[in-house]
């Protein structure tokens, strides 16, 4: 995850937000009401409004930010991450620890550490699967790669939470 984040009143204007996340080369932004962290506006979020032919003088953040924000706890793990992005189709996380935000985890974060569960989890929505939790699979889901001999099969199937070919299952 980034700790490398910022976060700006909601009344600030789309121009200015977009100033601040280039002068700190960030993508996203969180927004506060009081104390209280209430959404986000990334990078792709401003390729939309400008998009639409909106003046960026003019619009608000408290506007356009997404929220309410969506998070996952410090200690879950990056495949809870992704499947937590995927089942709300962003790009971002809030991380907390004792609802305190620490750093936001992002898609790329996660092609980073692990490039293999971010084309799983692409290609399970893509067949149709995404509601299906990878341990209930049993059956051939796609081609890829094994996580155990890093060698191609046309069989992963997934046992005991990591996909593998045929040789390294054992059967």
Known sequence: MSKNMIWLPMEDRIADVATEMANKDISAVLFKAGDEFIGIL????IIKIVAQGLNLKDVKAKEVMKSPLISITEDASVQEAAETMRDHKIRRLVVKNKNQIVGIISESDI??????????????????????????ISGPILDGFCEDCKNFSEDLRNQNGKWLCKECRGN
């Open 111 to 136: 092609i980073r550490i692990e490039p293999e569960l971010h084309f799983l989890i692409r290609e399970r929505s893509r067949l149709g699967l995404s509601q299906v939790k990878p341990l209930e």
């Open 42 to 45: 990334t990078d792709r979020d």
